[in-house]
């Protein structure tokens, strides 16, 4: 009989492990020697020990709400009562957001080095949670000690080729929020659309927040579907949704695309072009030659007025300016832009390119913020503040940090969420070939860099792009459960990625999906 009792508490036990499916992986995680549960109902308080930790309090009450349909009540003080337990440890480690948690008998302890860890504590609670609906919520006994492995964990997200409603925007921050992922990227212009409302420029919006049509099928497309596309952010919905991603922690980085991809802002201003126009918003996907006159003061006026109205709106410390694809075509036809570099003794236009970013930098700099660019503004001599981000594989990011600048890793064959996810993909894509286990291995600090050097990846972010992504659906389906495994890679130490045990722990993570009501793909290659 003594027998059967040990097999049976083994086998439950092994039940509890089996429950336990955290995506990130926990840096540490100990299940004791005698398996156990905490019950959470609609009574069990969460007690505020430590001050300033509402936002963690009111962000899982509201995940309950939606999931489960009850809240918990919010105390300040509880003796012995039994409950969720928020305050604050001594942790030392180097970068926010470390927490401790344990739960037993006497509930559920989450202490974070600061507001944040114990946030993510909340995310890794959140996980512990039944997969369906249900008014009792067990959760295994456990300890948790837990960390960030990089100091930025980021997706973006391309709203100038397709627009999203506010409600989606947030809702996306509120993915990477639950992913223990720390920055939104926000791509507000692009050829097909500018999507921030700026004042002093009306027609920003007016003109180029919209097109009167877009290409049918992958480029270049079998026709035209005529249909007017657009819409824009009013400066209020941008103030909430920055309000939004801060309560959440998540850092909202603002990108204005220069010198290139700006065929939205030359329709709505034909004179910051270099041949006056006429210029329209774009229908079609690609590069297009017609960009900002680098040679024209009054365009280096008009993007310092429109920062003037962007930066106050985000207080992150870093502003994107594009930089990418920027063909040189107009610029060599241009006398404005010839006397620029005759006048400045540039050599040809890639330092025209070069002169053009550096200047925009000195601007941004006056306001007590870093740029960040593609890493085309490497080519012709890189501004001397400026952040990296190395799309076009690792080798920008390598010499960006070789020359002791800050790089995020973005390399389009293991975090670009826009290509396709099986070789069969049953619907249109850009192209490319992405599957989950292939942005599961990435590795963000490159071999080639030394100790010191690798000092200067500060992290990675995922990509997404939205030439093929018209509905909020297809946004969802591109980008899980690929963004899980990138969470992962940012999050958790490298000695913990195993793949066979990842895959194990998604098979949960999709059922969590099914609970949000989240789009994903369901096949995994």
């Not at 791509?187 to 420029?201: A, F, M, P, S, V």
């Not at 241009?334 to 890639?350: S, T, V």
């Not at 080639?448 to 909020?472: C, D, F, P, R």
Request: charged residues 20%; proline residues 5%; neutral net charge.
């Amino acid at each position: 009989m003594k027998k059967i009792w040990v097999f049976a508490s083994l086998l439950l036990t092994m039940n509890t492990y089996a429950q336990v499916n955290i995506i990130p992986q926990a840096a540490e995680l100990k299940m004791p020697e005698t398996a156990g549960q905490f019950v959470i109902t609609a009574k069990t308080p969460i007690i505020l020990e430590g001050s300033g930790l509402e936002n963690s309090a009111r962000f899982l009450n509201d995940y309950l709400k939606q999931l489960y349909g009850f809240t918990l009540p919010i105390i300040k003080k509880a003796g012995k009562v039994p409950g969720i337990r928020l305050n604050y440890d001594r942790i030392n480690y180097t970068l926010p957001g470390a927490y401790n948690m344990e739960i037993n008998a006497k509930g559920v302890y989450i202490g974070g080095d600061n507001e944040t860890g114990t946030f993510y504590g909340v995310q890794t609670l959140l996980q512990l949670l039944p997969v369906e609906k249900a008014t009792t919520l067990p959760v295994s006994y456990l300890t948790i000690k837990d960390y960030p492995r990089f100091q930025y964990r980021g997706l973006h997200l391309d709203v100038g080729r397709h627009f999203f409603p506010t409600d989606f925007v947030k809702r996306y921050i509120d993915y990477i929020a639950l992913h223990k992922m720390n920055y939104f990227h926000w791509h507000l212009t692009e050829d097909q659309g500018w999507r921030i409302e700026i004042k002093k420029y009306p027609n920003l919006t007016k003109v180029g927040g919209w097109r009167n049509g877009t290409i049918i099928g992958r480029y270049p497309g079998t026709g035209n579907d005529s249909i007017r596309h657009g819409g824009f952010y009013t400066q209020k919905e941008v103030k909430e949704i920055v309000e939004y991603a801060a309560k959440r922690y998540v850092t909202i980085i603002p990108e204005i695309e220069m010198p290139g991809h700006a065929s939205a802002a030359l329709a709505a201003y034909p004179y910051l072009g270099c041949t006056g126009g006429p210029y329209q918003v774009q229908q079609t996907w690609g590069v297009f030659n017609d960009v900002f006159c680098a040679g024209n003061d009054s365009v280096f006026t008009f993007l310092q007025n429109v920062l003037d109205e962007v930066i106050p709106l985000f207080p992150a410390k870093y502003v994107h300016i594009g930089g990418d694809e920027c063909p040189k075509e107009s610029w060599k036809k241009c006398p404005k832009c010839q006397k620029r570099m005759a006048d400045n003794h540039l050599k040809d236009e890639h330092e025209l390119q070069s002169y053009f970013v550096q200047r925009m930098e000195k601007y941004i700099n006056s306001k007590g913020k870093t740029m960040i660019g593609w890493d085309e503004i490497l080519e012709g001599g890189l501004a001397p503040n400026a952040l990296v981000m190395s799309w076009r594989g690792e080798e920008g990011g390598i010499d960006a940090a070789k020359q002791n600048h800050d790089v995020i890793m973005t390399p389009g064959k293991y975090v670009y969420l826009d290509h396709a996810q099986a070789q069969k993909e049953d619907s249109v894509t850009i192209g490319g070939y992405l599957p989950v286990k292939q942005a599961y291995s990435y590795e963000p600090v490159p071999k080639e860099l030394s100790a010191e050097e690798g000092k200067h990846i500060l992290g990675a972010q995922g990509n997404v792009w939205t030439e093929y992504m018209g509905y909020t659906q297809k946004v969802e389906y591109m980008v899980f459960p690929r963004l899980s495994a990138l969470s992962e890679v940012l999050w958790s130490p490298a000695d913990k990625r195993n793949w066979s045990d990842f895959e194990n722990r998604l098979q949960t993570q999709c059922k969590r999906y099914t609970l949000w009501g989240t789009n994903y793909n369901k096949v995994f290659e």
